[in-house]
Structure formats: C-alpha cells, structure tokens
Nanobody
C-alpha cells in the first residue's frame, strides 16, 4: 500500500508564505496525477490543485488561484505546494493525494499536515 507523507505545515501570520512537500514514506509508485486538498474544522475536504504528469497541466480551485502553486517531480514521486498571501481562512489540515495510472480517483493519500494562519 502506498503511503504519502506531507511536511512543511506550521503557524504563519496572515500575508505570509509556506511551502508544503509530499513524498512516499516507503516504496516509490506510479501515478498519472497528484493533488492537494485541505479540510478545515467542521467543513468538508476541499480540492485545491492538481498536476498531471503527462503534459504537465496544472489546475487550481478558484479559492487559491493566483496564490498557490503546485509543482513536483514525477520520477521522484515528490509534490509541492507553494502558498503565498495566506489568509486566516486558509487554516486547515492539508493533504496530498495521487491518482494511480489505472484509476480515475485519488486512491493514495497522506495523513495531512496542519497549516494555521493567524490574523
């Protein structure tokens, strides 16, 4: 079973920046896309951004477009999320996930990393 591990979360003031990282905890794996999600207390999990390795296409939710940038290295199974102009409303647990080559859904998930933005 593939397990992803996120890192880079923490406490930051509004207007600040953070860079999240995601990598497999054990064996490497193949995927056709990876993405970032977040879940704030009392709210449903929200998709933020995806990157498709074939062609390098990136997609963003309106809530983060222009502030967050997704990037990664398919060969190393690593994924990043550069977050800028952070707002208190960005406070949440952030998760990375991957879509296997044979799938259409995010089947591999990490445990999440906490991001807290203070006002």
């Amino acid at each position: 079973q593939v397990q992803l591990v996120e890192s880079g979360g923490g406490l930051v003031q509004a207007g600040g920046s953070l860079r999240l990282s995601c990598a497999p905890s054990g064996r490497t794996f193949s995927s056709k896309a990876m993405g970032w999600f977040r879940q704030a207390p009392g709210k449903e999990r929200e998709w933020l951004a995806s990157i498709f390795w074939s062609g390098g296409g990136t997609y963003y939710a309106d809530s983060v477009k222009g502030r967050f940038t997704i990037s990664g290295d398919n060969a190393k199974n690593t994924l990043f999320l550069q977050m800028t102009s952070l707002k208190p409303g960005d406070t949440a647990v952030y998760f990375c996930a991957a879509i296997p080559p044979y799938a259409r859904t995010f089947d591999y998930w990490g445990q999440g990393t906490q991001v807290t933005v203070s006002s």
